[in-house]
């Protein structure tokens, strides 16, 4: 499995970005994938998560309304769109494969596999 994170880079307050991974190796349409975050000196978080046929999304509190995942199975891809952005979303940016195999959205890392680079996020002010 190989999950290819892009679309990152400097963008000011109150901008926006639009992130894309990028799947192969995998049956795409059979997995949930989720995207997480990890600032500097930070644990990994979850962001928010997408199912099998982009039907069903779940987001943390903090992204509730500002980020939207979206996903493209012809394309073997699922998209960040992140508006509003603040300072504190500085960070680096993963999609990875939900390893449950179940109809339910997990936001655990330990739920998920395939993680790739990532893909560095800066807000300035």
């Known amino acids: 499995v190989q999950l290819q994170a892009s679309g990152g880079g400097l963008v000011q307050a109150g901008g926006s970005l639009r992130l894309s991974c990028a799947a192969s190796?995998?049956?795409?349409?059979?997995?949930?994938m989720g995207w997480f975050r990890q600032a500097p000196g930070k644990e990994r978080e979850f962001v928010g998560a997408?199912?099998?046929?982009?039907?069903?999304?779940s987001y943390a509190d903090a992204f509730k309304g500002r980020f939207t995942i979206s996903r493209d199975n012809t394309l073997n891809t699922v998209y960040l769109q992140m508006n509003n952005l603040k300072r504190e979303d500085t960070a680096v940016y993963y999609c990875?494969?939900?390893?449950?195999?179940?109809?339910?959205?997990?936001?655990?890392?330990?739920?998920?596999?395939?993680w790739g680079q990532g893909t560095l996020v800066t807000v300035s002010s």
């Open positions: 990875a494969a939900d390893r449950t195999n179940t109809k339910y959205l997990f936001t655990d890392v330990n739920d998920y596999s395939g």
């Open positions: 190796g995998l049956t795409f349409s059979n997995f949930a």
């Open positions: 997408i199912s099998r046929n982009g039907g069903t999304t």
